[in-house]
């Protein structure tokens, strides 16, 4: 299940957008974040919400602790984070009130603690050419739109120090250099969004224009905070309209990179060819990464890979958690002694084996494989572990065809079920 991550800028750190939502206190290599974790469910997605200067405003942006907030929403597991914050205008054309879908941005900032790696030995150059995502700003962009709000979909930001705002030469100077915006807090944050792999977009509004425009009221605190009470609501109907739609990114990234072939291996088969997937890096990261976050927390200690997909998947998967992989084979492939079970097939009989000595009586084991249509050797996969005195966790797999039966028939055995996506017939 996704999980979304939401930085509130001022104002918007409103956890009443939540359904039943409970505080979680977070404790992070780098500290503590700026303030408890709300977490909960918004139109059944779920949702960790945290405000970046504390839930008074308490804390300047100099002074947040951007390297705690970003790994505590990691730690959590969030697959995405939105960040809200206040701007003020460089441009015109960019009002008080707009909202603004950053692409770009520009550090001026100078004491920030800004990469996660900065161990002796730890050199990280982590690419930044686009360091907001783009799936990401698409959503944002593409509701707004239909939401009817007056926006921005691209534009470079300056991040500045502060906490104090510009002078007028600092800011003829930010205008001449091409920026759009200027803000406090975007970086670090996306950076480090970046480097821990999480893709990151922020939801900017337009409070004033800085100090550069002649017969405009020069920037306050107080300028900032009224238009964004004024304007939040626009904020939350937008993070309201976006949230499930961003869940299903996964779902058709990932569908998008699985190749389907036609009649193969018989006619009437829609064959769902996960080669396309391995080949793709960004593509296996991402299922790498839904896995990881749906099982680092579950106490498995030995992931069982079915043959033969299911030994890609599942080593790369118990290699990031850190534990154990076994091979479950088709007959006559193990070298060692093995137990064996059998499975019907359409026509006739096929069986699985494991080395008796690959599980230990009591080991939490998860299984799994590249798909899921009938069942059958999921159901003799479990069975091979349950006689060796091991607890089947899960059975998990990239793909599901949803009509051929296979989860129902595992959960009616007590097992529970995963698939990354689900895909119609066979």
């Known amino acids: ?20 939502y409970f505080e979680k206190e977070v404790d992070t290599p780098f500290g503590r974040p700026s ?36 790994h505590a929403l990691k730690i959590l597991g969030c697959d995405y984070i939105i960040a809200t914050s206040a701007v003020g205008s460089l441009r015109e054309e960019i009002r008080s009130g707009d909202l603004v879908f950053l692409d770009q941005f520009i550090d001026f900032t100078k004491f ?12 990280v150059h982590s690419p930044m050419a686009e360091p907001f995502s783009k799936e990401l700003r698409k959503i944002l962009i593409e509701n707004c739109n239909s939401l009817g709000f007056r926006f921005h979909e691209k534009a470079t930001i300056v991040v500045v120090e502060g906490p104090r705002f510009s002078t007028k030469a600092e800011s ?38 800085d100090c550069w425009k002649e017969n405009e009221e020069s920037v306050s605190f107080e300028m900032v905070l009224k238009t964004m009470k004024e304007n939040a609501d626009k ?11 961003i869940a299903n990114v996964n779902d058709d990234f990932i569908k998008d990179k699985i190749r389907t072939i036609a009649n193969f291996p018989k006619p009437g088969i829609m064959f769902r060819d996960i ?19 749906r099982y680092k927390d579950k106490k498995v200690n030995i992931v069982a890979g079915i043959e033969s997909r299911g030994f890609i998947i599942g080593a790369i998967l118990a290699n990031k958690l850190g534990i154990g992989f076994v091979p479950i084979r088709k007959k006559g492939k193990l070298p060692h002694e093995v137990i064996r079970e059998e499975y019907d097939l359409e026509y ?24 899921i249509a009938t069942g059958g050797t999921a159901v003799a996969a479990g069975n091979l572990i349950k006689k060796l005195g091991g ?32 895909f119609e017939g066979e």
């Open 172 to 209: 003829f100077m930010f205008r001449n250099l091409g920026c759009d915006v200027i803000g406090m807090t975007a970086f670090p944050e996306v950076a480090l969004a970046n480097e821990l792999n999480i893709p990151y977009a922020t939801v900017a509004m337009s409070t004033d224009y």
């Open 35 to 70: 303030s408890k974790i709300s977490c909960g469910k918004l139109n059944g997605v779920e949702i960790c919400i945290l405000a970046r200067h504390g839930r008074k405003h308490e804390i300047s942006p100099s002074k947040v602790n951007y390297r705690a907030n970003i």
């Open 235 to 245: 904020v939350k109907k937008l993070l309201i309209e976006v949230i499930p739609k």
């Open 391 to 422: 607890n089947v966790v899960e059975l998990a797999f990239v793909i599901e065809l949803e009509d051929l039966g296979g989860r129902k028939k595992l959960e009616n055995l007590g097992y529970d079920v995963f698939s990354v996506v689900k």
């Open 348 to 371: 006739g009989k096929d069986s699985i084996e494991v080395h008796k000595d690959a599980i230990n009586s009591g080991d939490n084991v998860l299984i799994i494989d590249d798909l």
């Open 112 to 123: 920030r603690k800004n990469t996660f790696f900065e161990k002796y030995g730890e050199v």
């Open 1 to 20: 299940m996704v999980k979304i991550g939401i930085i509130g800028g001022s104002g918007l750190d409103d956890p009443r957008l939540l359904s039943d």
């Open 275 to 293: 080669t396309t997937l391995l080949k793709d890096s960004e593509g296996m990261n991402r299922v790498i990464e839904i896995l990881c976050n």
